[in-house]
């Protein structure tokens, strides 16, 4: 039995008025504790959706629905007490200093005012905020609002903490410092279940994927088991010769019907199963028949390609090109 943080079964939920259908037709969901599990999807998946029932933000329509042992409609405020949630909009007052913004949430869950300065000073210290706790949060650089706004979330300890899409709008190094923090937090037990649509944000942090569409789970698995599933690894060729691919394609060690040619880059990709021995094979044949490549690379697919394939937008990609 998995000793589980979150449990999600048959969950469902229309919105009064949607044309669009349900927001979660039927979804399932098993987190561990201790881990980080990434839900992926399109915009109106229902990955907020579910992130607000978690939260008991918003009411089910059906399901069986636990966070932290806690039915999240019949014990609402004993799953209050144990989760912490980072939505995509900062709760910050611009006005206030770092300090004084985690003094509030404190305050607000009733920590008492020793209680909470204590606590604001650990935050800010384990999230490299000590220095700067002292000046508006409207001086913060994006990634430094974002980690004092996960800082806030952690104000009670929380047994479960959401994140949804934490890191929409940071630039690459402080979507790096929010992943390090996301780290450290699981590092202490803290079991987090991030919502993204940054495919390398799920790829380098969660545990377990469940990629969601049309208000269900349509796949599910560690990253590599995912790209596993669509296709395994693939070599790509890039000839220095646009005239050579068709000729190249005949003399590929692979079935033919596999390889998909993109005249523009020069480029051939194939699927292959015996990663060293099909790239010897390559390798081989081009050279007999005299074309000259210009790189040749082994490569897993990535969740940019499992996400496109699994949810059928390569297809709608494809026509649209």
């Avoid at 987190?31 to 939260?55: E, F």
């Avoid at 399901?63 to 909009?89: F, K, P, T």
């Avoid at 890191?167 to 079991?191: I, K, N």
């Amino acid at each position: 039995m998995v000793d589980a943080a979150i449990v999600v079964e048959e969950a469902r939920k229309t919105y009064r008025g949607g044309s669009s259908g349900p927001a979660l037709d039927g979804l399932d969901l098993t987190v561990p504790r201790g881990t980080v599990h990434g839900v992926l999807g399109p915009n109106g998946a229902g990955k907020t959706t579910l992130v607000r029932i978690l939260a008991t933000l918003l009411h089910p329509d059906a399901g069986r629905i636990e966070v932290a042992g806690h039915d999240v409609v019949r014990e609402a405020y004993a799953v209050r007490r144990r989760i912490g949630l980072l939505g995509q909009h900062a709760a910050l007052d611009e006005e206030l200093g770092g300090r004084q913004n985690l003094e509030l949430f404190g305050r607000l869950h009733h920590l008492g005012a020793r209680r909470a300065r204590t606590r604001a000073e650990e935050l800010l210290e384990r999230f490299e905020l000590s220095g700067t706790g002292h000046k508006a949060v409207k001086q913060y650089s994006g990634g430094m609002r974002r980690r004092l706004d996960l800082a806030a979330s952690l104000i009670t300890e929380p047994e479960v903490l959401f994140l949804d899409e934490p890191t929409t709008g940071l630039d690459p190094r402080g979507r790096a410092e929010v992943w390090d923090s996301v780290r450290s937090l699981v590092d202490g037990g803290t079991t987090v279940l991030l919502t993204t649509q940054y495919l390398e944000e799920a790829d380098q942090l969660a545990d377990r994927i469940s990629l969601v569409d049309t208000g269900r789970v349509i796949a599910d698995g560690t990253a590599d088991e995912l790209k596993a599933a669509t296709g395994g690894d693939r070599v790509d060729v890039v000839l220095r010769d646009a005239g050579q691919l068709g000729t190249a394609v005949a003399l590929l060690p692979v079935p033919k019907d596999t390889v998909a040619v993109d005249p523009d880059r020069r480029l051939l990709s194939a699927p292959v199963t015996d990663r060293m021995a099909a790239l010897a094979g390559i390798v081989r044949a081009l050279e007999e028949a005299g074309i000259r490549a210009e790189d040749i690379a082994l490569r897993r697919p990535t969740l940019d390609e499992v996400f496109l394939r699994l949810t059928g937008r390569e297809d709608r990609v494809k026509e649209a090109a």
